[in-house]
């Protein structure tokens, strides 16, 4: 990684909340999540099902409009974008999604695939066949889809190939962030190293800045410059993956991590222990939601929700058992 | 390097031949042989329809006049012979010109009142379906209702309030189906509204109108088909029926519900003419289902294995 | 001696576009006790093979080809469906990679343990409903919840009674079929640490088909690694997992990131697997091979012991062992 000097800061989130009216009640799908993302980086979001952390990706995006809460695109609040402004403003933000064969529409081809967001957005008349053209072509090659699949189908194709349409169409509208969620579950694993490193290379070659929401731990070590672990629509540990793989500070990621199965028959996992399973974020009480799983709950843990504290600069974590270690004034002084 | 890990276009400018979900489907619907025949049978009466219509025109209904409604008493009940091969009626009518002739309006009111049915029930049901919420349950509810009443009943109240015209009739049997079709819109509709591909084009900023008419409406086709083209069938039922409680198409034009139901009286001294009107009813509703069912098995292959 | 012994395994799938060629000459023994494990990509035949050890191959449109399954001495592809009904649930179990739909939704879970045991044992209906409450204490499901209906457990806790449903009748082998790709990793961790208890105890011999090769490596004694209906290499766990002789294996390794060792890029394995219709001639992964000669292409290569019960299939390989007959 390129370190010169500091980033500029492509996306903020503030106070982002989005609820949904269930009828068991209202669930928290993404409750006061805050933060932010520098240009040309990857912020990984993991968590398990039914974490928010694919609402997360969605709400930024404003497919879902949130409760409350701000996301700063370069400075600008796209939550108080009218309809027009937001259109204009989905060039620049867009999205890959988990299912290659759920997110192309099946009646339309290759080309028609990825023309339709240049058509939709303006840059090209609908009339202007060859200009259409030649884009598309461009963006096939871009992508690694040979020139000849042009006119087919998506359930011609294979999960890889429709993945690489996926990713196509949304480069077609020159993108500077793109939410990922879950691009490579659905895949192989053959094919998702393929994915994984076409994803890094236009990374590299397009100035990207991803938002890469998966449940595979290892993919996001793999890929990202900071790592955020969500549990029921909150942020419970954030900081760049040496952080949190060599120190993981809250007891979810550290279950998290102890649950991975290491491929080497060597290594036996020692795993740590958790009560019971995931529920679903609805008509949650005051206090930390992982306590009622969590081995080393206290009673405080039950009674009130815990701050978010920094562990070491950049590094912050959501719990009541860790302590302030890094007092303010030093952190700001050292730099990574 | 980076580059030759992604695939390389061997045959970079011949594009590859390919068949789109409808061709596909139309491909598996020709190895339906028994749904081919059904529909090969329906084409063949819409060509007669046409034929007969082309006939009219051209001689000015001279042979509508001479073959299908004039009496010709001494031929009266006269059983199959080489010359009628169906045999004549009780006025003495032909009874196979009476059944070509009579082919348009079973076909025509069917189709047409299905149609209409189509485009009430479809435009509803997608805006109870891609809405959903309130919209959804005022609309619905208001089918609800309408489905309360047995679909026979409306339509003898409607054609008996605005009075016996084809018009009517084709309202009379096209407002009992139109709750039917609404529901397998909306629920058709909703099964697509919610799937990636739609989010994908409102990532891209696509508005409503164009997601509905180019990635929810292609994709909700399918099934809204299947239903219509059995539909057809019940609505030829339907007009058979009205006809045969005498406040369908009025004599002496030649509709086959109305001969059945002038037949009756004859049943004992001359079955040719109830039983042949009455298979010919049969045929032709067998015919609308058993393409009906091989559309369905062609535009939605999972359901075969 | 082998406790299931597959030989030479043929399957097709007649379809209506053409012959699918989902299993080509499949050879794997199944040791009393052991855990085997199955890896390979989709459509490379392991759900095939699954089935038709249990004899649910599905009749309109498989066709086996050639090829014998021996459990206890008996070939299983001979036996009539009256024989296999014995054997199956009694002493071959199934578990199913979707717990969402493997269960009854109209029965409680109760019933549906209790429907397994009565379906091989002669017993009393309230005999099978304990038996079903001690199953699902085993399982880690309080013996309360029996009469509760699966709509109420979440997916883990289904996988859970799913488990206790294949071992209701003391199987003495068990097939699982991608068990706890719908799970999360902290559930999978408990499932899986489950299910080796489970094994150990009632000593059941199994095979665990897999596309994650940390399942196998944490779970299985032996791993077979499949591609386009064949075995391209087996052999101990660690055998396989530290001195990997095939291609194909060393691309899976390469393909997946790592939580140990830190790689900037992955090294994928080029192309995708051939279509099972029109299967190369020669070796099925000569079309992905960065070592492929001419000879891959045109023979087709058997399977070489390359070290002791480790077996590669690759010209490779040739020169160290004896090929396998």
Excluded at chain 1, 61 to 83: A, Q, W, Y
Aim: charged share 20%; proline share 5%.
């Amino acid at each position: 990684m390129m370190e010169g000097g500091a980033k500029k800061e492509l996306l903020r989130v503030q106070h982002l909340k989005k609820y949904f009216q269930t009828p068991a009640g209202l669930l928290y799908a993404v409750d006061d999540v805050n933060f932010s993302i520098n240009q040309g980086d990857t912020l990984g979001v993991v968590g398990e099902s039914g974490c928010g952390k694919s609402t997360l990706g969605r709400t930024i995006l404003r497919l879902h409009e949130p409760t409350s809460g701000e996301v700063l695109f370069d400075g600008v609040d796209i939550m108080r974008l009218n309809k027009a402004q937001m259109k204009e403003k989905r060039k620049q933000m867009q999205i890959i999604f988990q299912d290659p064969y759920e997110s192309l529409n099946p009646r339309l081809t290759v080309s028609q695939a990825i023309q339709a967001p240049m058509i939709i957005q303006g840059l090209y008349k609908a009339s202007d066949k060859e200009g259409l053209e030649r884009r598309t072509l461009e963006m096939m090659d871009l992508v690694g889809l040979a020139r000849r699949l042009v006119n087919t189908y998506p359930h011609e194709l294979d999960g890889g190939r429709r993945q690489r349409i996926g990713i196509a169409r949304a480069l077609a509208l020159n993108p500077r962030f793109i939410v990922c969620d879950e691009p490579v579950s659905a895949l192989d694993v053959s094919i998702q190293a393929q994915i994984l490193n076409l994803m890094q290379d236009l990374q590299q070659e397009l100035g990207l800045t991803y938002m890469f929401i998966t449940h595979d731990l290892s993919v996001v070590k793999h890929l990202s410059t900071q790592i955020m672990v969500m549990y029921l629509g909150q942020m419970v540990e954030m900081g760049t993956p040496r952080q949190i793989f060599e120190n993981p500070c809250h007891p979810y990621t550290k279950a998290l991590l102890s649950a991975i199965p290491i491929p080497d028959p060597a290594k036996k996992m020692e795993r740590i222990q958790l009560h019971g399973e995931l529920t679903s974020p609805i008509n949650v009480g005051p206090g930390c939601r992982f306590a009622k799983r969590c081995v080393y709950a206290r009673p405080e843990c039950f009674a009130s929700s815990s701050q978010l504290k920094e562990v070491e600069p950049g590094h912050v974590v959501a719990c009541h058992l860790v302590e302030h270690t890094v007092d303010e004034a030093g952190a700001s002084g050292l730099s990574e | 390097m980076k580059r030759k890990e992604r695939e390389v276009g061997s045959m970079a400018n011949q594009a590859l031949h390919s068949r789109g979900l409808w061709a596909d489907a139309w491909h598996r619907f020709k190895k339906n042989k028994v749904a081919v025949a059904g529909m090969v049978f329906v084409l063949i009466l819409v060509v007669i329809s046409i034929a007969t219509l082309v006939i009219d025109w051209v001689t000015a209904g001279e042979i509508y006049n001479n073959y299908v409604t004039k009496t010709n008493l001494p031929m009266k009940l006269a059983g199959p012979s080489l010359e009628h091969i169906f045999g004549c009626d009780e006025y003495g009518r032909d009874i196979l010109f009476r059944l070509l002739w009579g082919t348009r309006y079973s076909l025509f009111i069917g189709i047409v009142s299905i149609l209409i049915a189509l485009v009430g029930g479809g435009f509803l049901g997608a805006i109870a379906g891609f809405y959903g919420g309130k919209v959804d349950n005022v609309i619905m509810r208001v089918m609800d209702v309408f489905l309360s009443i047995p679909s026979m009943v409306m339509a003898i109240a409607i054609v008996t309030a605005l009075g016996n015209s084809i018009f009517n009739l084709l309202l009379s049997i096209a407002v009992p189906q139109i709750p039917r079709l609404a529901r397998i819109v909306r629920a058709s509709v909703m099964s697509v509204r919610d799937r990636e591909f739609v989010e994908a084009a409102r990532a891209v900023g696509a508005d409503d109108g164009l997601i509905i008419f180019k990635y929810i409406i292609p994709n909700a086709l399918a099934p809204i088909i299947v239903q219509a083209s059995l539909t057809v069938g019940s609505a030829i039922l339907s007009i058979a029926g009205l006809s045969f409680l005498g406040i369908g198409v009025e004599p002496p034009a030649p509709e086959w519900g109305s001969i059945l139901n002038a037949a009756r009286t004859y049943m004992r001294d001359a079955w040719h003419i109830s039983v042949i009107p009455g298979l010919m009813i049969m045929i032709t509703v067998l015919s609308l289902n058993l393409a009906g069912d091989g559309l369905r098995d062609a535009l939605d292959p999972k359901m075969k294995n | 001696m082998a406790f299931l012994d597959i030989k030479d395994l043929q399957v097709d799938y007649v379809t209506e576009d053409g012959v699918v060629h989902a299993l080509n000459g499949v050879d794997l023994e199944v040791m009393e006790g052991e855990t085997l494990g199955l890896v390979g990509e989709t459509g490379a035949g392991k759900t095939t093979l699954a089935k038709c050890i249990m004899g649910l191959l599905p009749q309109r449109t498989g066709r086996i080809r050639s090829g014998e399954i021996y459990y206890d001495g008996k070939d299983l592809l001979k036996m009539s469906l009256k024989e296999m009904q014995k054997i199956r649930g009694a002493h071959i179990a199934m578990i199913f990679q979707d717990p969402m739909t493997s269960l009854n939704p109209v029965l409680t879970v109760g019933d549906q343990i209790a429907e397994a045991v009565q379906n091989h044992e002669n017993c009393k209906r309230d005999e099978a409903m304990k038996r079903a409450e001690e199953m699902l204490e085993l399982v880690g499901i309080p013996a309360e919840r029996a009469g509760d209906y699966p709509h109420q457990f979440s997916g883990g806790m289904k996988q859970r009674v799913v488990i206790a449903i294949a071992l209701a009748c003391n199987p003495k082998f068990l097939i699982a079929d991608e068990p706890t790709t719908a799970l999360d990793v902290t559930i999978q961790a408990q499932v899986l640490e489950m299910m080796q208890d489970l094994k150990r105890k009632f000593h059941t011999s199994m095979l665990l088909i897999t596309h994650d090769l940390g399942v196998v490596a944490q779970n299985c004694d032996r791993v077979a690694v499949i591609y386009a209906g064949e075995v391209v290499e087996y052999g101990g766990i660690f055998d396989v997992f530290k001195g990997m002789r095939h291609p194909y294996t060393k691309g899976l390794f390469s393909s997946i990131p790592q939580i140990q060792n830190e790689v900037t890029r992955l090294a994928p394995i080029p192309g995708m697997m051939p279509d099972p219709m029109d299967l190369p001639e020669g070796c099925k992964f000569c079309t992905r091979c960065q070592h492929a000669t001419q000879r891959c292409r045109e023979e087709h290569p058997q399977l070489v012991q390359v070290g002791e019960g480790h077996w590669a299939r690759c010209f490779l390989c040739e020169q160290e062992g004896k090929v396998k007959e």
